[in-house]
């Protein structure tokens, strides 16, 4: 898969030295650095594709997505307002402001981002995963669970669904169900819940 992105980001690099000022292969190869996790060079290039196309929502999200993953959330937020000025319905940059809300321990805002994201895109895995999460640290397990359900259902092999539906229920004090979840979330390479059954005696292997 890697390689696939490296092939992606020469493609773009060709198409830059045909033409240093299209905004399109800078944001491309932003996304592409993105998917490599070389958040910094993406961020580099989203800078140059704004420079370009000032209102590139695209643009901003991709470069929203770099900071939020560097941890420079209120970077980040400003970014997605922006890019959610220029198109209002596009449901990833509610995801990620959302993510970054969640990030700064706001968790009511995260939680409306994660509605608008779902009203505009009801088959958002990260929405879903995100909203769940929010409504998690708020303490509002049952509404986590429902979240990580739907979660699940549109991708039955999503770890990180399994686990936080885990450690909700453990929440709750459904042990047996917490731990059907994090053994399902260990075969599917959940290094935390690997470590969590481990820890707890309890073997996913095989099963």
């Given at each position: 898969m ?7 980001i ?13 905004a ?11 998917l490599?996790?070389?958040?910094q ?6 800078n140059?594709?704004?420079a370009?196309?000032p209102?590139?929502a695209?643009?901003y999200?991709?470069r929203?997505?770099g ?5 420079q ?10 890019a ?6 596009w ?11 969640g990030g700064?321990?706001m968790?009511?805002?995260?939680i409306?981002d ?5 009203a505009?895109?009801p ?7 995100g909203?769940?999460?929010a409504?998690?640290f708020?303490?509002?397990y049952?509404a986590a ?6 979660a ?9 669904a ?12 459904q ?9 399902t979330?260990?075969?599917l390479g959940?290094?935390?819940a690997?470590?969590t ?8 292997q095989g099963?």
């Amino acid at each position: 898969m890697l390689g696939r992105y490296s092939e992606a980001i020469e493609d773009f690099n060709k198409a830059i030295v045909i033409d240093p000022n299209l905004a399109s292969a800078y944001k491309g190869r932003g996304r592409a650095y993105s998917l490599k996790g070389m958040y910094q060079p993406a961020i580099e290039d989203f800078n140059k594709a704004i420079a370009l196309d000032p209102n590139s929502a695209g643009g901003y999200g991709g470069r929203g997505d770099g900071y939020r993953i560097l941890g420079q959330q209120s970077q980040a937020i400003s970014d997605y307002n922006k890019a959610i000025a220029l198109s209002p319905n596009w449901a990833d940059s509610y995801v990620g402001r959302g993510l970054s809300y969640g990030g700064e321990g706001m968790y009511q805002a995260a939680i409306e981002d994660f509605d608008k994201a779902t009203a505009l895109n009801p088959n958002s895995v990260s929405a879903y995963l995100g909203r769940g999460q929010a409504y998690h640290f708020k303490g509002m397990y049952q509404a986590a669970i429902e979240d990580f359900d739907r979660a699940i259902a549109l991708s039955p092999n999503s770890a990180d669904a399994y686990e936080c539906r885990g450690t909700a229920y453990y929440r709750l004090g459904q042990w047996s169900q917490a731990i059907s979840d994090w053994k399902t979330a260990a075969r599917l390479g959940s290094d935390l819940a690997q470590k969590t059954l481990s820890e707890m005696g309890e073997t996913w292997q095989g099963g």
